[in-house]
């Protein structure tokens, strides 16, 4: 199974190549680590870790995955994520 089907059947976490954050690594200690995404269970949006930042799903296409939010000023941003750079974790 290629990772587009894993991520369109929803509740699997991954992390993207290059994209890190301030959190705890599987030791305990807090440094820069790959930032942890969860799409969800119907496979419509994706979400960091606890939830809190989120963009939905506007396709899954052949090559990445397209993305799309709205600021609080009703401004949209659009993003792509290759699947080449995502890796699941089990």
Do not use: A
Request: contains cysteine.
């Amino acid at each position: 199974m290629d990772i587009r089907e894993q991520l369109q059947k929803g509740d699997v976490r991954f992390t993207v190549k290059g994209i890190t954050t301030y959190r705890s690594d599987d030791n305990g200690e807090y440094g820069m680590n790959p930032k942890i995404f969860r799409v969800s269970k119907k496979g419509d949006s994706i979400n960091d870790e606890h939830g809190w930042d989120g963009m939905n799903v506007t396709k899954w296409g052949p090559t990445c995955v397209t993305l799309y939010t709205f600021d609080m000023l009703g401004k949209k941003s659009v993003g792509k994520i290759n699947y080449k750079s995502i890796t699941i974790i089990k």
